[in-house]
């Protein structure tokens, strides 16, 4: 699922919202995302950054997701793949320090400058390596394309602000 939208705002201010996890929640577009908590601006592939979460059909409501940093093209492109720590998985019972379990879901934005001041976004939001095992709990996707131009909206809002 893609959506693309033009921003008022250079691609390195743009990437630069995106790159830093606290404007995460003002970007969301299902209202989930809650606040960063390491408040660690994203530098690479591979790094791991955590995000508090609300859903009101999660048992805890309240959870934690880690997400590691799948694309760190600047300021062309950034992706994250949300995963959770198994410990903050309901009815996990093994080591706090078990390995991250990533779902197979993937948050990419391509960015494309038009310009000194503006800057081209697609959002995807990519499922298709979702185990079938997961996709028996959750369905994919789990909402509709209309969160993901909201997103796109949202991420406008910041970086025009900037």
Same mark, same amino acid.
């Given at each position: ?11 390195? #201010? ?6 830093? =996890? ?8 299902? %209202? ?6 390491? %408040?660690?601006?994203? #530098? ?12 009101? &059909?999660? =048992?805890?409501?309240?959870? $934690?997701?880690? &997400?590691?940093?799948?694309?760190? $093209?600047? /300021? ?13 998985? /309901? ?16 948050? *990419?934005?391509?960015?494309? =400058?038009? %310009?000194?001041?503006?800057? $081209? ?9 979702? =185990?079938? $095992? #997961? ?26 602000? *900037?």
């Amino acid at each position: 699922m893609s959506v693309s939208a033009t921003v008022k705002a250079p691609v390195d #201010t743009v990437f630069a919202v995106l790159a830093d =996890p606290t404007t995460h929640e003002a970007i969301d577009g299902t %209202g989930w995302v809650r606040e960063s908590r390491d %408040g660690k601006a994203l #530098t690479e592939t591979g790094q791991i950054f955590r995000m508090g979460m609300y859903h009101d &059909n999660h =048992p805890d409501k309240h959870y $934690e997701m880690a &997400n590691r940093v799948e694309v760190f $093209e600047p /300021p062309r492109a950034i992706a994250w793949q949300p995963g959770a720590e198994p410990r903050h998985i /309901p009815g996990y019972q093994g080591p706090d320090d078990a390995p991250l379990d990533f779902g197979g879901w993937i948050w *990419r934005y391509d960015l494309e =400058p038009v %310009g000194d001041d503006r800057t $081209e976004v697609t959002l995807t939001y990519d499922w298709s390596a979702v =185990p079938r $095992e #997961t996709r028996e709990h959750i369905q994919f996707p789990p909402f509709d394309v209309s969160h993901l131009d909201s997103s796109l909206r949202h991420l406008s809002e910041l970086a025009q602000a *900037r």
